[in-house]
């Protein structure tokens, strides 16, 4: 298992707007700023594509129809961005089928204007969760990508058999070391990865993505 120190003061979370609709961005600032949410609104994905992100949580809430780049390309797109906000449609013009295809691609909720104050609430709130657990993951695979930086070749060899079953015989006959070799290198790699036993090493490599 993975544990890592939480900060002594976690960021606060931070909405972004999307929507070439001064009118509707200056209420979603007016709600979320009355909810104590941070708000960074902007009219369009190329002006908000040149604002700096801050290292926190934050949600996306994307009008689907704009000028230029559309909210439904932009979120196709957020990937080759680097880019991995939870996103919350609104538009004034949406149907069921775009709906249904932005929700499949990952959006957190599609809400058709005019809509409830609580659904958008609910949906950012979830979107916020989300980004939350994402960077909590996204920071224990940084610490196990360290633990795996540590091993030397020879630890790094002796992995590659325990995650495909191999005893330790078998693991120093194929690596041609000697038994007592591939013991203190295991011995090695189960301290260095803080791994308790063979399955949470197993699992801490497939976490890895190495194989």
């Known amino acids: 298992m993975v544990r890592s120190t939480p900060p002594e ?3 606060a979370p931070i909405v972004y707007v ?3 609709d001064h009118s509707v961005r200056a209420a979603l600032e007016d709600l979320l700023a009355s909810m104590g949410m941070q708000v960074r609104a902007f009219d369009s994905v190329a002006a908000f594509l ?25 979120h196709r797109q957020m990937a080759s961005h680097g880019l991995h906000l939870p996103v919350v449609f609104i538009t004034g013009h949406g149907d ?11 959006a957190i909720e599609f809400l058709t204007k005019p809509f409830r104050d609580q659904e958008l609430l609910d949906a950012i709130h979830l979107g916020i969760e989300r980004d939350r657990e994402r960077r909590r993951d996204d920071a224990a695979v940084d610490v196990l ?3 795996w930086a540590s091993l030397n070749d020879g630890e790094r060899d002796v992995v590659g058999g325990v995650v495909r079953g191999r005893l330790n015989k078998q693991i120093a006959a194929e690596l ?7 013991k203190v290198r295991r011995a090695n790699v189960m301290r260095k990865m803080q791994a308790r036993t063979l399955v949470d090493l197993v699992r801490l490599y497939d976490r890895l993505g190495i194989g």
């Open 9 to 11: 003061s976690a960021p």
């Open 18 to 20: 999307v929507d070439d």
């Open 50 to 74: 040149q604002h700096p992100r801050a290292d926190a949580p934050a949600c996306l809430v994307l009008d689907v129809r704009m000028p230029g780049q559309s909210g439904l390309e932009f």
């Open 96 to 106: 069921i089928a775009m709906g249904v295809a932005a929700m499949k691609e990952g």
């Open 145 to 147: 990508r360290q633990r």
């Open 176 to 182: 041609g070391v000697s038994e007592i070799t591939v």
